[in-house]
């Protein structure tokens, strides 16, 4: 009993002095495991309303001085937890006085410094090029030490949700969106991403089913300024195409769509020489949005 409550005694006397820790002689190996040891975990209430994080989903971490992780692999259990590569500890002989966590997923090793670009795929028509398109991000400052760092992440690019009301007499064979960019500028170390000034593309929508059981077609694109058009190509040869009525701003985690005014599909004859029908769209936050029920085509 005497030696538990020295073990307890000399763990509480640490905690105390939050920004350094000393006397680390006289604290056992166990002790300063204890104490420098450091888990992460993810608000596993998400998976139940948007999709973030998934198990077995991988992501990156990076914390600075004194903890110093640079691009960490780790992988989503089915708890939450973020289980690293390798063990992640504070530096107990080292002062805290400020320091950044970060996250980010999906994982990639060109991160290692934490800055990069982050590029969305091109054909966003199956599950598997979604998730790879989502950024997802998390950061967090503390200023004293802590042994379990929770993340929040929110989406970092700009998904955009088309509805259409479809009077042609033919399937909607695809839909693409132009003029927009695939690529930014991201500081995954800060949780920082930037406006896009990449070159424009086409990315080819993925089909998803609402909440209210409608059927619509959604893009994730870069960060940026821009005005988009699209096209629906149908399955009888004949397409139809739309573009935005004016340039908007696209900011990191918003959602925008058409929901409450469907862009009516009548295709003619010879669609080529009519002019794009103009469209506008509306602002949500995707990150506090519903679930996204992909349909494979």
């Not at 998390?138 to 004293?144: D, F, G, H, P, V």
């Not at 935005?244 to 925008?256: H, K, M, R, V, Y």
Request: glycine fraction near 6%; proline fraction near 3%.
């Amino acid at each position: 009993m005497k030696n538990t409550c020295l073990h307890i005694a000399a763990i509480l006397l640490c905690l105390c002095s939050c920004d350094q820790v000393g006397n680390l002689s006289d604290l056992s190996e166990e002790q300063q495991e204890e104490l420098s040891s450091i888990t992460f975990k993810y608000d596993v209430n998400l998976w139940k309303t948007e999709r973030m994080l998934e198990p077995g989903d991988k992501a990156g971490i990076f914390a600075g001085s004194p903890v110093n992780a640079d691009n960490l692999l780790a992988s989503v259990s089915q708890d939450g937890t973020l289980q690293c590569s390798q063990p992640v500890r504070w530096d107990l002989a080292k002062k805290v006085s400020s320091i950044t966590f970060a996250a980010y997923s999906p994982y990639s090793g060109a991160y290692q410094t934490g800055s990069g670009t982050f590029t969305v795929m091109e054909d966003q028509s199956t599950e598997a090029a979604v998730k790879a398109s989502d950024l997802v991000v998390a950061s967090l400052r503390l200023t004293s030490r802590e042994n379990q760092i929770t993340f929040s992440f929110s989406h970092k690019m700009v998904r955009l949700a088309l509805y259409f009301e479809n009077r042609s007499g033919s399937d909607i064979e695809s839909v693409t969106v132009s003029g927009v960019s695939a690529s930014t500028s991201v500081n995954l170390a800060k949780g920082e991403v930037s406006l896009s000034t990449s070159v424009t593309t086409s990315i080819k929508a993925g089909q998803y089913v609402s909440s209210e059981s409608e059927t619509y077609y959604s893009v994730l694109i870069a960060p940026q300024k821009a005005r988009p058009s699209i096209r629906v190509n149908m399955k009888d040869g004949t397409y139809k195409t739309f573009v935005l009525d004016s340039q908007i701003t696209f900011d990191a985690g918003n959602q925008w769509d058409n929901e409450n005014d469907p862009l009516v599909i009548d295709t003619t004859s010879d669609p080529g020489k009519e002019e794009p029908v103009e469209f506008s769209l509306s602002i949500n936050d995707w990150n506090n949005g519903g679930s996204m029920d992909f349909v494979k085509q």
